[in-house]
């Protein structure tokens, strides 16, 4: 009897610690979010809708416990006109919440809305998980990719009876709001309105509330429209017609006229007008606006605001956000800088970028507001790509930003008017090459520098180090270094040992100038079909010092 009662003991203990581990089993959430072109409407308050969500989702749904699995589908963020343009840009995996203010920070809306192969997707991602598992469709437009995602919805429900599709409509007309509420109802949710940042706040509050203690949104109190009376009005109708609207420009003081601006859909990217007129007259509609400054200076920008026409009215589009490169007095035109979005691959070649801004001029000139990196080439031949850090442009202003710091580049009046390469590499690795003397610009930091006299009779040496701070140009004079006079001749190469590093440097078939940073070397000679040997044990040369060593 002893071991029957520690055998059902046993059993007990068991399925004690089961159902234990079955009540803290922590739900599964994958959240979508629209970032289709049309996110860069206006809400009420004139503020971006993409800035408002990510305010609201950073702050929401990033609070969501570590416990819980979290992830985030994206759509419409990469491409126009592709109803592909859908990507899980976190997994949903535990913690996946406290990257989501990071990743939707980086999203820039430019596509299409495929609500129903996003669903799928999420609901692909969610298949095979035993508890609880939701998803939440944020979106401020209809489905444009001729899915049915009602359909999708009822499908998803029918296939995992633990899921819930909660939905919130985000500045939605009717017919939006028809179909969303319909997502919602098949999948066993809950629809939510939201027309502004508190609205959306306040739907967002509530799901992931319900998701972090696992109860069922209450269902909203619900609406009830009085049937109208239909008078009779016999056989004669009259229909009304919407006319066209204009769009005019409203350009600051510091721009002007540009070579010329288009309007296009704000998903598909079709051009509807194009024209260099200061207004221009289209259907009612919500459009974006593409911006090309110069024939021969620019590129064409993207200007994200939405601009909403109505019928027999005029609507103004700003143009009032620039930025204005400063830089010293009689510095020649750039080659190209550019502005990349936060998170665009810089690695890229500059012309395979998608640059939210691409100029070659020190104009002011208009540009998205948002966060960036700014890169600069100023030569196309004599200067390579810098990565000059962070910029933040505000809505609504011109942004002149001094460029006033890097090095000033020098070398000795010995190594001619040319040298191949001087080449500085930043602590993290970048490397910007230069050929010339005069201002280069670098972000801030500590870079290890080497010069590179010739092409192929010299091997780059070194030149210690420079450091560019917040303001001002560091003086990286490149003037120390060795000079052979010998009448000594044939093949040979001649090598300098820096003696604290081991670094070599290497000149060959000539004696000089050899140019070297300040330090202790010995020097080696290796003619042609000897061994090599040494000829100076140890030298020292001293910042700025030239030496010449008879031989």
Known sequence: MKSLTLKALSVGLVMTASLSMQAEAEPTSMFILDASGSMWGRLPDNQMKIVAARDAMSELVGALPGSISTGLIAYGHRRKDDCGDIEVVQEATLGGSSNIAEIIASLQPRGKTPISDALKLAGEKLTGIEDQTTIVLVSDGIETCEGDPCAVAEALATSQANLNIHVIGYAVDQPTRTQLQCVADKGNGQYFTADDLGGLKNALAKVTESIRTAEPIAAPEPIIVATPEVADTGNAITIQIAGPGTIRLDMADWTQAPKYWKILDPETGEEIAKTNENEVSVMPGDYQLAWRHLEHGAEEVMLPQIVTVESGKVTDAPIKTGLQLVPPAETERPYYWQLLPEGAKVKKSFR??????????????????????????????????????????????????????????????????????????????????????????????????????????????PFGTVEVTETGFADAMLTSGITFETAIEGKFKLIAKDLDTGEEATMTNRWGPMPLGAGRYSFDLHLEGNKRQTIVPELEIKPGQFITAKM
């Not at 691409?358 to 990565?387: C, F, K, M």
């Not at 202003?397 to 080449?423: F, R």
């Open 352 to 461: 395979g970028r998608d640059a939210a801004a691409w100029y070659w001029v020190w104009d002011a000139v208009p540009v998205p507001a948002g966060t960036y990196t700014l890169l600069i080439r100023q030569s196309e031949h004599d200067h390579s790509e810098a990565n000059l850090g962070r910029v933040v442009l505000e809505e609504g202003q011109l942004q002149q930003l001094p460029l006033d710091q890097g090095v000033n580049v020098a070398w000795n009046t010995a190594w001619g008017d040319d040298v191949y390469d001087i080449i500085f590499t930043h602590e993290n690795g970048d490397q910007i090459k230069t050929d010339t003397q005069g201002p280069l610009f670098l972000a801030p930091g500590k870079y290890s520098v080497a010069l590179r006299l010739t092409e192929h009779g010299h091997r780059a040496a």
